[in-house]
C-alpha cells in the first residue's frame, strides 16, 4: 500500500506561481511512475505532467513550457512546479504512482488539493 497526501495548492493570480508537493508513505518501492493529474469541475481527469523510474517526464500539451515536475526519491517527495499560471488551470491537483508488483499493477491516489487561478 502507498500512501500519498498533496499540498501547497490555494488561490493564485493569473501569471503567478504555485509548487505542489505530494509525501509518499508506505511500500514505496517497484514504482514504475508518478506524476500529477487535474481535474477541473465539469471536466474528466486529465495528465498535467508524469516522471518514469528512469526519470523520462511527459507533460500534458496545455501545460508544457509552464510546470515542471520534479521528485526527491531520498525524502519520498514528488512536485510540480507550476509558473505563468492561467485560470484554465484552475482544477483539483491529484498526485497518482503507478506500481508492479509480481506482474500486477497497481495505482494510488491522493486525495487532491485545489489550485484556484483567479484575480
Known amino acids: 500500500q502507498v500512501h500519498l497526501v498533496e499540498s501547497g495548492g490555494g488561490l493564485v493570480q493569473p501569471g503567478g506561481s504555485l509548487r505542489l508537493s505530494c509525501t509518499m508513505s508506505?511500500?514505496?518501492?517497484?514504482?514504475?511512475?508518478m506524476g500529477w493529474y487535474r481535474q477541473a469541475p465539469g471536466k474528466q481527469r486529465e495528465l498535467v505532467a508524469v516522471?518514469?523510474?528512469?526519470?523520462?517526464?511527459n507533460y500534458g500539451d496545455s501545460v508544457k513550457g509552464r510546470f515542471t515536475i520534479s521528485r526527491d526519491n531520498g525524502k519520498n517527495m514528488l512536485y510540480l512546479q507550476m509558473d505563468s499560471l492561467k485560470p484554465e488551470d484552475t482544477a483539483v491537483y491529484y498526485c497518482?504512482?503507478?506500481?508492479?508488483?509480481?506482474?500486477?499493477?497497481?495505482?494510488?491516489w491522493g486525495q487532491g488539493t485545489q489550485v484556484t487561478v483567479s484575480s
Open positions: 508506505g511500500r514505496i518501492f517497484s514504482i514504475n511512475a
Open positions: 497518482s504512482v503507478s506500481q508492479a508488483l509480481r506482474g500486477i499493477r497497481y495505482d494510488y
Open positions: 516522471i518514469t523510474s528512469s526519470g523520462t517526464t
